[in-house]
């Protein structure tokens, strides 16, 4: 099993330049995770997919925020404009079910600066 | 927001000690999971403590669940400098926030040869 895939593995770029993190989950895990990690802190949620559904994005800050889910497999994360306080480890996690322990991903480290 | 608060922040101890962390929460619960966090790397799912069980274990980790005083404890016996990582624990919501998983801040766990 190949596990949680997150690409890039990190990302340096200038404020106000777009961004794109992409995530491959388990196979035949339906439910989807992005999590926002800042230095010392643990993650915090941002949107959850059952399937293609998103189901809990009350924490995406949609003004420059947006995720997808197509055919509720691969999922993407885009930030645009980005901002210096962007910066942090954003980290992707699927389960087979609500309540069963996520799998993370080893996680995209961005650097706004 | 993160409902769990973990303490110690930090915790030092020899090889061959127990360590013991533990986790506040302040709202009710469907379960309690523990993660653990090698530095720069992915969170690894622990143990899932569901709300009406009261202890579990797993080799050498126990859990214990309180909620009447809404808090659980994480016991690593006869530790390894292997162990040493951060240790977050996550509480799965139930009623209206159904499916969300938040993580605490963590504590933080050196493990000394």
């Known amino acids: 099993e190949a596990g949680v895939v997150q690409s890039p593995r990190y990302k340096i770029i200038e404020k106000k330049q777009p961004v794109a993190f992409w995530c491959n989950p388990i196979s035949g895990h339906n439910t989807l995770y992005w999590y926002r990690q800042n230095l010392g802190q643990g993650p915090e949620l941002l949107i959850r997919y059952e399937n293609e559904e998103a189901v809990d994005d009350s924490q995406l800050p949609k003004d420059r925020f947006s995720a997808e889910r197509l055919k509720g497999v691969d999922s993407t994360l885009k930030i645009q404009p980005a901002e210096l306080g962007d910066s942090a480890v954003y980290l992707c996690?699927?389960?087979?079910?609500?309540?069963?322990?996520?799998?993370f991903g080893s996680g995209t480290r961005l650097t706004v600066v | 927001s993160q409902q769990g608060e973990e303490d110690p922040q930090a915790l030092s101890i020899q090889e061959g000690e127990n360590a013991t962390m533990n986790c506040s929460y302040k709202?009710?619960?469907?379960?309690l999971q523990w993660y653990r966090q090698n530095s720069g790397r992915g969170l690894v799912h622990l143990i899932l403590?569901?709300?009406?069980?009261r202890e579990k274990h797993s080799g050498r980790l126990r859990v214990t669940l309180d909620t009447s005083k809404k808090s659980s404890s994480l016991l690593i016996t006869a530790s390894r400098a292997a162990d040493t990582a951060s240790y977050f624990c996550a509480t799965g919501a139930g009623g209206t926030s159904y499916g969300k998983l938040t993580f605490g801040q963590g504590t933080i766990l050196t493990v000394h040869p």
């Open positions: 709202t009710s619960i469907n379960n």
């Open positions: 996690a699927s389960s087979p079910g609500t309540w069963n322990g996520y799998t």
């Open positions: 403590i569901r709300s009406n069980e």
